[in-house]
């Protein structure tokens, strides 16, 4: 929190008058537990330890573990702001990236959805398909498309 000078003196004033205030400004100020990650931070956590573990499937999680943070440790504490020491952590933390990761494809599939495309340089390209993510603007340009080619849909 980020307080001007005039307002952190007229704390300072509140806490002189009682003891209750004080403590209410005192907890105004005291920061408790880790600092939240973004998920985007778990998410590249996942990716990374899938990976790996892609590539060494003849180790366990246990042995794999000190191997990884060996490799990965400085990534990884760029990605929190802090390090993550023991092994229930590391996998606390691979289990909520792969939430978050669950949860942006289960959007991606709610609102995406795969039409035929309705360009001439995709059908060149060889694209058939393109993923839409607003069905009313497809349905707009493809009846648009259906006049341009002199056909009624």
């Known amino acids: 929190m980020t307080l001007r000078k005039s307002e952190l003196d007229l704390l300072a004033q509140l806490a002189a008058t009682n003891p209750q205030a004080a403590q209410l400004v005192a907890r105004l100020f005291r920061k408790r537990g880790r600092p939240n990650a973004p998920a985007a931070a778990y998410k590249k956590l996942a990716l990374l330890w899938r990976s790996y573990r892609r590539r060494h499937p003849e180790l366990t999680d246990e042995e794999a573990f000190p191997l990884f943070r060996h490799l990965h440790g400085k990534q990884i504490e760029v990605a929190f702001g802090l390090k993550r020491n023991t092994f229930e952590s590391h996998r606390k ?61």
Do not use: C
């Open 93 to 153: 933390a691979v289990l909520k990236g792969d939430q978050e990761i669950q949860r942006i494809n289960t959007h991606r599939r709610q609102t995406w959805h795969h039409r035929s495309t309705l360009s001439l340089r995709d059908l060149i390209e060889g694209r058939r398909s393109r993923p839409v993510t607003n069905l009313m603007r497809y349905r707009v340009e493809e009846y648009l498309a259906m006049q341009a080619l002199g056909e009624k849909s």
